[in-house]
């Protein structure tokens, strides 16, 4: 008999499809699938693509494929939308605009909307990247709406990250804090025809210089403590710092009319080529593998948790009612579960 | 000796403060203070404040903060950004705009900025609006910048959660998915003034209308994983509907201009008499306080699950590295410790 992951390696669509909706839907009975296709991934280059709404991701998202399929590349594109409650991804979107690519075979489109999964999105993400990573997908758009810590934890999944922003979305660029800032490998400027880019791309410019000017903090005696954390969730990058830096460009895009695409591709394929020769991608390798671990151990170990808590304790609703009335204490409950981890 | 928990309870604006910077930085310490103090709360209200960046939502809290003080109440405000990696919060933002009441000593204005902190942010939240609520303040307003995951955990820890959308952000209403009209108690509709107000009102109206149209999807084997795994993140509110359906009021506001926000303050009100009178406050209180407790327990199981993998299999970049290599598998590791939780 044929296994799931065998279909899935030799491209079969249906069977990735499939597999993809079970992850997404947080169904345990795609683990055993995963686990198998995993020796068999690594070889997809995966590019990440985050900004806000509105900021035309879709349609940059469209003029990549162009570019990449005219290259002869085969393209994943995932897209992963945190707030759409319905199966399927977003209500008027993604899908609808990339209708284009839609009877092309070297393409393949899907949407993530995993909600109210404990922090599941990261692990779907992960775990889809994989699948398609396995199919034989060249190269993965991964394209998020948002810009809360969960885009932040899926840009870490990404080996090249671009971070989209449009003229005159804020008042000023309150709108790329500085956490954007860090994940970004290239910045695009999208709808460069409006009044403003120029100004936005010296506010960029400006911030970067900024990052740069900003001292470490003192060593104290939470570092170590903040340091553990701060690896364990994939955020921290200073392996890659003395190995070169890499600036990241700020490229002005009219991804509607196509216009600074070329480009853009091109500075993607030099982060690539940055990565590899300055011996960044391992780094960038190991990221990504910590990224998708946690996110994968996180949702076990929370199910498992609440499992134990409603054997122990009564259903999770009536423990959330003690806590409310004062009668239970959330502290204690949590602490008494995790202290199972530590013996 | 006075505790830290005593003084806070006395409303010493110096013990919250330092207790809410170790909160924010994971300090350990905190957590008996907290457990302290969690008896004594459960007074203040909650609004949440929420919207994609640059919709004016600082503004619109600043305002507030003005109505409320009117009013006579003290006013807590929490600024949460996950995007900005400085510990003080926001770079160019919040605490200078709201400069107005610094002096004010009935307003508390703090920002948190966690990261890189295995879904802290959302346990740091809840922690600080706990420790506000002990400080006696009356109206608690928690501004969040985006749209992500953590944003919607965020909303679930108010009793009135305001979505602040302006007109011509996006290129349609992409920018309000469906996750967010789940969560807004009230929409606000701010810089009313610009164009397509009455278009983004209208849009608005159809999707919350649309909403109503949407049938439950049929059961399945895999419906009860699915709802147990919502109702742990507490994006289920099925408790509510029987009650008699609250409807989001849509409001126009120009909040510079001080326009409509009085009509605001008015509906948060409107939610808090209709939360009281239906009955839901209780069910809405067991919803905050099962989101706070997921938030305590994800981060402190993660925590404990990787120092037990860093005593048995080595530092996390290390077994990150070796599942980069393709060496060890990440889905068994993350069951093999999970595994400890169900025994």
Redo the contacts between chains.
């Keep these: 008999m044929v296994t799931t992951a065998e279909r899935v390696l030799a491209g079969d669509v249906r069977a990735a499809s499939r597999l993809m909706r079970n992850i997404d839907?947080?169904?345990?009975s795609a683990?055993p699938t995963?686990?198998e296709l995993?020796?068999r991934t690594?070889r997809a280059y995966v590019v990440g693509i985050t900004g806000?709404?509105?900021a035309?991701k879709s349609t940059l998202t469209n003029r990549l494929i162009a570019h990449y399929r005219r290259q002869g590349l085969k393209v994943g594109v995932l897209a992963v939308?945190?707030?759409?409650?319905?199966?399927g991804g977003?209500?008027?979107?993604d899908r609808i605009r990339m209708q284009e690519h839609a009877v092309d075979d070297g393409v393949f489109i899907r949407s993530l909307a995993t909600?109210?999964?404990?922090?599941?999105?990261s692990r779907a993400t992960g775990d889809c990247i994989r699948v398609m990573d396995a199919m034989g997908l060249d190269v993965i758009l991964v394209e998020t709406?948002?810009?809360?810590?969960?885009?932040?934890d899926i840009a870490q999944m990404a080996h090249t990250t671009l971070v989209v922003v449009v003229p005159g979305?804020?008042?000023?660029?309150?709108?790329i804090?500085?956490?954007?800032l860090?994940i970004a490998d290239v910045f695009v400027v999208n709808k460069a025809d409006r009044d403003g880019a120029d100004r936005m791309v010296r506010e960029l410019r400006s911030m970067l210089e900024l990052r740069h000017a900003?001292k470490a903090?003192p060593m104290d005696h939470?570092a170590h403590?903040?340091m553990?954390?701060?690896?364990?969730?994939g955020?921290?990058r200073e392996e890659e710092k003395g190995a070169g830096e890499w600036e990241p460009p700020i490229l002005k895009v009219i991804a509607s009319g196509d216009q600074g695409v070329d480009a853009l591709v091109e500075q993607i394929g030099a982060h690539r080529g940055w990565l590899e020769q300055s011996g960044s991608r391992?780094a960038r390798?190991?990221?990504?593998?910590?990224m998708?671990?946690?996110a994968?151990?996180?949702e076990?170990?929370?199910?498992?948790?609440?499992?134990?808590l409603e054997r122990e304790r009564g259903q999770?609703?009536e423990?959330?009612?003690r806590?409310?009335r004062?009668e239970a204490?959330?502290?204690?409950?949590?602490?008494s579960?995790?202290?199972?981890?530590?013996?």
Tied chains: 1, 2.
């Excluded at 939308?81 to 199966?87: A, G, L, Q």
């Excluded at 977003?90 to 979107?93: S, T, V």
Aim: net charge negative.
């Design positions: 839907d947080g169904d345990p683990t995963l686990q995993f020796p690594g806000s709404p509105g035309g939308d945190p707030t759409s409650p319905f199966s977003a209500i008027l979107g909600r109210g999964n404990l922090g599941g999105l709406v948002g810009v809360g810590q969960d885009e932040i979305m804020g008042d000023d660029i309150q709108a804090k500085a956490g954007i860090e900003i903090p939470d403590h903040r553990v954390i701060a690896k364990a969730h955020t921290h391992q390798e190991t990221a990504r593998a910590r998708q671990f946690v994968i151990l996180r076990r170990l929370l199910a498992s948790a609440i499992a134990r999770l609703d423990v959330a009612g806590i409310a004062g204490d959330p502290y204690a409950l949590a602490d579960l995790a202290s199972q981890l530590t013996r």
